[in-house]
């Protein structure tokens, strides 16, 4: 999904990309190489000196978009009564706490600039009935859902916008150890017969990258209208 969107917004040669990498540092080389307006940056959420310099940073990139997509852990763990307290815990220090730190960072660019885009990638079982093994992951979600909703609010006089994005399944790092049999049920059961994709994702975090900053605190859901 983040190489799908960085590559999206690399082909305006106008932008400069800083993308975060954590273990796949040869993918990034390699998209460095296609795409030279991009620039890696190796980051660990999960460790606070790196996490302490991504942030520190930010102020020097003088960035104008903000992207919150990285997630690192599990889709589908077990059902809730089996998953243990601190792997809720665990799941939110590095997924939460990293984008909430982030986030803070770039807001005082923003307000400094008076201009600025938050864009988080959500997920549409946040309206759905969600499947079964997902409560830490959509607990996460629907904790990022509420505060895209606070950034909004807050920065709107600062000319800061806060929008979403919620994609149904879709086939990515994230989801890649679900059974194939399962995989194919869902499609079976998908009204077009098939899977949003990632780059379609990308399509739709480029319109929010581009569009006015009157779009402001909503949640663009990508589920071909799934109502349950």
């Known amino acids: 999904m983040g190489e799908a969107i960085t590559r999206k917004l690399a082909q305006d040669p106008d932008n400069i990309i800083y993308f975060t990498f954590n273990k796949s ?11 030279p307006n991009t620039i890696p940056i190796k980051c660990d959420f999960g460790n606070t000196i790196e996490l302490k310099l991504l942030t520190d940073s930010l102020k020097k990139l003088d960035i104008d978009v ?11 763990k077990s059902y809730f009564h089996k998953v243990h307290a601190v792997e809720f815990l665990n799941d939110f ?15 005082l660019v923003f307000r400094s600039k008076k201009r600025g885009k938050i864009i988080t990638i959500l997920t ?3 309206l759905n009935t969600p499947p079964l093994g ?12 509420k505060l895209t909703k606070v950034w909004a609010s807050e920065n709107a006089r600062f000319n800061i916008s806060s929008n979403s994005v919620s994609p149904s399944f879709m086939q990515t790092n994230l989801t890649a150890g679900i059974d194939e049999r399962m995989v194919e049920q869902i499609i079976e059961n998908h009204p077009l ?5 990632v ?3 990308a399509e739709t975090v480029s319109f929010l990258v581009n569009a006015s900053n009157q779009i402001n605190g909503i949640d663009i859901v990508m589920n071909a209208g799934v109502q349950s």
């Open 25 to 35: 540092s040869e993918n990034a080389k390699r998209i460095k190489s296609d795409l």
């Open 66 to 76: 903000l992207i919150n997509n990285a997630y690192n852990g599990e889709f589908l």
């Open 93 to 107: 220090k590095e997924n939460i706490i990293s984008v909430i730190e982030i986030t803070q960072a770039a807001i």
């Open 124 to 126: 549409s079982a946040l």
């Open 134 to 145: 997902s409560s830490v992951y959509i607990a996460n979600k629907a904790y990022l859902e």
């Open 193 to 197: 017969k098939s899977l949003l994709t």
């Open 199 to 201: 780059h379609e994702v």
